[in-house]
């Protein structure tokens, strides 16, 4: 058996204090913004205590008690979506969402461009469970492009999802895993996806706005959203 002298600890002792708070830079407690990520140019959207900023997309009043416990859950949020008030062009989206157990529906939309009409002008990252890999299972690019692989966590448990959205392109990541891509600019007919099979919006995709609110849905489930925080892509 082998000991630690003395002399040895502490000069290992500062190393140990360095190491610490460098790790503690790095990773951010939930609902803050890591010196990197403030440097890059995130904006964090939820402080984990406040709705300041945000609204429902029918103008009702916000309901009492959807921040819980340093979460928003939009279940009960007053409205269909709620949505942050400020539109994005060209950006990154990031946030933690948890289902709770059993079949879950919610969703992370997009350029919204029209709050009275979310789901014919804007576009939604599915959130579902149980997993899939059709349009309308977790990570879709709702009704147009599928998940291309099952990347979710069980029910209960924290997903983190990526949304990038620059020019025509847009990207859904699900716990670090590319699932669902697609080019606007390449749907040019109206109801139909690329291999020609129907989807339920009327206009071709490349034809809706680029530019619209951010919002998160109240499907009839407890979805809860943390770490929700963005970034413009100038």
């Known amino acids: 058996m082998t000991t630690c002298q003395p002399t040895r600890l502490l000069i290992l002792l500062p190393a140990l204090v360095i190491l610490a708070a460098t790790s503690s830079l790095a990773n951010a407690a939930d609902n803050e913004l890591t010196p990197k990520e403030q440097a890059a140019g995130w904006q964090l959207l939820f402080d984990g205590k406040s709705l300041t900023g945000w609204k429902n997309n029918d103008g009702k009043p916000l309901a009492e008690g959807i921040v819980q416990e340093g979460t928003i859950n939009t279940h009960g949020c007053g409205g269909y979506i709620l949505v942050y008030d400020k539109e994005f062009a060209d950006f990154e989206f990031q946030c933690d969402v948890k289902m709770a157990p059993g079949d879950c529906n919610s969703g992370l939309f997009f350029w919204i461009s029209d709050l009275n009409d979310p789901v014919m002008t804007g576009r939604e990252a599915q959130i579902f469970s149980p997993p899939g890999t059709t349009a309308q299972d977790f990570g879709a690019i709702y009704d147009l492009v599928p998940p291309s692989k099952i990347a979710t966590k069980e029910p209960g448990t924290w997903n ?60 009839g489930a407890d979805v809860w959203f943390k770490n929700i925080k963005v970034r413009e892509i100038k």
């Open 160 to 219: 983190t999802m990526h949304l990038r959205c620059e020019g025509a392109k847009v990207a859904v990541t699900v716990n670090g895993e590319v699932v669902a891509e697609m080019d606007c600019d390449a749907w040019d007919q109206p109801g139909k996806r690329l291999d020609g099979t129907p989807h339920k919006f009327v206009r071709a995709i490349k034809d809706f706005a680029r530019k619209g609110y951010l919002g998160l849905q109240d499907h």
